[in-house]
């Protein structure tokens, strides 16, 4: 991350999260789970857009999130601001218009992985519609092996309702955040074939995020949401 945007974190860092923990009040559970330093994989049920920022609030370390590209390109000082609000939060940008983004993004995920720091995602792909919990796709368990880093598996509870689908502002609700016992990856599929071993530790993650959240599985994959 460059100077300005990591001084920009700190700034915000400072302000946001307590300002923020005031208005919504959160219920934080099991945040001893998530170690204090090193790399580690944050991998949570999607809910609302807000999900990034509510993730962050709560945990006492950087968390990078991706965010799409568009939020990082707009015009004059309300683009300059939101571009500011976007990697002072620690995000980064992705074009997930472009065919090669998924690569780009499993790319930026290990660099961050690899400084030792937290990288956080969503493994259903796109924000749940109906509340249902959707499968998981491998991506969380390629970056999981592929960096040796364990997967802190993140259970969201009313974060759909802090900020509803077409609303650009939150309101005053209270959420739960709950975080489960680190699944590890490394060394436990030693022998086992690649494309075995993904689908396993992904359904071994989502398995401990329904845990957390109580959703029902849907049991398919979730198509991408308008605007996500």
């Known amino acids: 991350m460059p100077a300005s945007s990591d001084r920009m974190y700190r700034a915000l860092h400072a302000v946001v999260p307590p300002a923020a923990r005031a208005l919504w009040r959160p219920r934080v559970e099991g945040l001893e789970h998530v170690p204090a330093t090193g790399g580690v994989l944050l991998a949570s049920n999607h809910l609302s857009f807000i ?44 074009d997930r218009d472009d065919p090669r983004a998924a690569i780009a993004s499993l790319d930026t995920a290990l660099e961050v992985l690899g400084r030792g720091e937290a990288f956080g995602l969503y ?8 509340g249902r919990l959707y499968r998981g796709r491998t991506g969380v368990a390629h970056l999981a092996l592929t960096a040796g880093v364990p997967v802190v598996p993140v259970g969201l509870v009313g974060t759909e309702r802090l900020q509803p689908v077409g609303t650009s502002l939150p309101r005053p609700v209270r959420v739960t955040v709950r975080f489960g016992a680190p699944v590890q990856a490394a060394g436990r599929f030693d022998g086992v074939p690649l494309g075995r071993a993904r689908r396993e530790l992904t359904d071994e993650v989502m398995t401990a995020i329904g845990e957390l959240t109580g959703q029902v599985p849907a049991g398919i994959y979730n198509d991408r949401a308008p605007g996500a």
Do not use: C, H, N
């Open 51 to 94: 999900d990034s920022v509510v993730i962050p609030v709560v945990v006492p370390r950087k968390v990078v999130f991706l965010a799409k590209s568009d939020y990082f390109t707009g015009p004059g000082l309300r683009g300059a601001a939101q571009r500011a609000w976007f990697e002072g939060l620690g995000m980064l940008p992705v």
């Open 123 to 130: 493994p259903e792909g796109s924000r749940s519609r109906d």
